[in-house]
């Protein structure tokens, strides 16, 4: 196996962080949960976290997980940095609904929930959609930090999402390559999830297997409650029109799609699919580049078998699930029918959504699609990660009656094969 070199610009930051510790610029990371408890209280200068619904069970096991991971310094930091923000983030949302208990009345209309594995298209889908103004989404920097401060100017969550996205890239510039992003773009839910220590965003970033075992058999549904909460909140901070409905993307739903559909029992779902065998070798180098900025020892083989078991898991339950919904309710997209016609594949999604689409919108969709910033340099085979194709369709046969081997000659070549490759987010 051969995946890309740890990028040089870790080993810097490696050895900076130890001094900025020393020099009391940064707190050293500390994961012990009473002390982490005490940080957040001292900075909110708040002191109700609100009921526990089974989140604090969620971060004990995550912090368990966390101390038998293999992580370096900047693993260590984002850990801390990353679970003491949510933290505070709790305590500033139960003071804000406290204060403004209209917030919680506020009503949600039914969302549209775009469904599909990492690497499915589900990025490009969700931008390409939220050019329509008759749906509103996240940004990156509500994505990240949903609870808004409302006593200050410039909101101070965007300079820090842009600064997370320049660190992360400098420290491993294949980020930008995989899943190239920005403060304003729309984005995923991943801290709206994160809220509640849950999601495979958490898990992708380190090697936490028994944190990853407890979010595929605790009950998710807390977690949506919350979750639509923090949507009310970021509806009622920005003065959307409640009437609007959320364009919802999360590679985390095919795992908890009953949990979901019944806080929006109404909801519409577009399940996108890609050959299994670039989906899987994508799938893997995204999560390799992301664990490879917090520690010194990935293993590629470990990632291989993780992640083709999570996306096993996923497509049983987005199968099942999906069998129990009429066709007014889901649509499928699949990948390699929007890399060769996505005009079409767009028309065809808006006339199942009785939705019309003007000029104006296509254009802009347009403008989007040319400025759309490809995943140049991004390289992934499947033996990279000692997978096989033989070996992605046994798993995915064994574990869904519904899979099929991919058709798709081109696209599962590429994950065989070395190559660039030419998907888009």
């Not at 040089?8 to 982490?36: H, M, N, Q, T």
């Not at 001292?42 to 004990?60: I, M, Y």
């Not at 600064?163 to 403060?183: D, E, I, S």
């Amino acid at each position: 196996m051969t995946p890309p070199p740890r990028p040089a610009a870790l080993r810097i930051a490696e050895r900076l962080l130890p001094k900025l510790w020393s020099a009391g610029v940064l707190p050293p990371p500390d994961l012990d949960e009473d002390r982490l408890f005490r940080q957040a209280r001292r900075a909110a200068k708040l002191d109700d976290f609100g009921p526990d619904d089974g989140w604090r069970g969620n971060l004990s096991v995550l912090l368990g997980a966390l101390r038998d991971a293999p992580m370096n310094a900047i693993g260590r930091t984002i850990a801390h940095g990353s679970i003491l923000k949510v933290l505070v983030d709790r305590l500033r949302a139960e003071a804000l609904f406290a204060a403004h208990p209209e917030i919680r009345a506020r009503p949600l209309a039914p969302p549209l929930v775009i469904c599909g594995q990492m690497r499915s298209g589900t990025t490009r889908l969700q931008r390409l959609l939220a050019c329509d103004d008759r749906f509103v989404h996240l940004r990156l920097f509500e994505a990240l930090s949903p609870v808004p401060n409302p006593h200050t100017g410039r909101d101070p969550r965007i300079r820090w999402a842009g600064f997370g996205v320049r660190f992360l890239n400098w420290a491993n510039p294949g980020n930008a390559a995989a899943h190239p992003t920005g403060p304003m773009e729309p984005d995923e839910e991943t801290g709206l999830l994160e809220h509640s220590f849950w999601g495979a965003q958490i898990e992708a970033q380190r090697r936490i297997p028994a944190f990853a075992r407890h979010c595929e058999t605790a009950d998710p549904l807390p977690v949506y409650r919350r979750f639509a909460d923090l949507l009310r909140l970021t509806g009622s901070f920005r003065g959307d029109d409640p009437k609007l409905p959320w364009l919802l993307k999360s590679p985390q739903y095919l795992q908890d799609l009953p949990a979901l559909s019944g806080i929006f029992p109404n909801a519409r779902f577009i399940f996108m699919t890609r050959a299994p065998e670039a989906l899987v070798a994508s799938g893997c180098s995204l999560v390799w580049n992301q664990m490879v900025v917090q520690s010194d020892t990935v293993d590629p083989a470990w990632i291989g078998r993780e992640w083709l078991h999570k996306t096993a898991l996923r497509q049983t339950r987005a199968d099942a699930f999906r069998l129990t919904l009429p066709d007014a309710c889901a649509f499928s997209l699949d990948f390699a029918d929007m890399e060769q016609d996505w005009r079409g594949s767009i028309r065809s999604l808006y006339d199942w959504l009785d939705l019309p689409i003007g000029e104006a919108l296509l254009a802009r969709m347009d403008g989007y699609m040319a400025h759309e910033r490809r995943h140049v340099g991004h390289r992934y085979k499947l033996a990279d990660f000692g997978l096989t194709r033989e070996a992605v369709t046994s798993a995915l046969a064994a574990s869904s009656p519904a899979y099929r081997p991919s058709s798709t000659a081109a696209d599962a070549a590429a994950a065989v094969t070395s190559g660039a490759a030419s998907e888009r987010p």
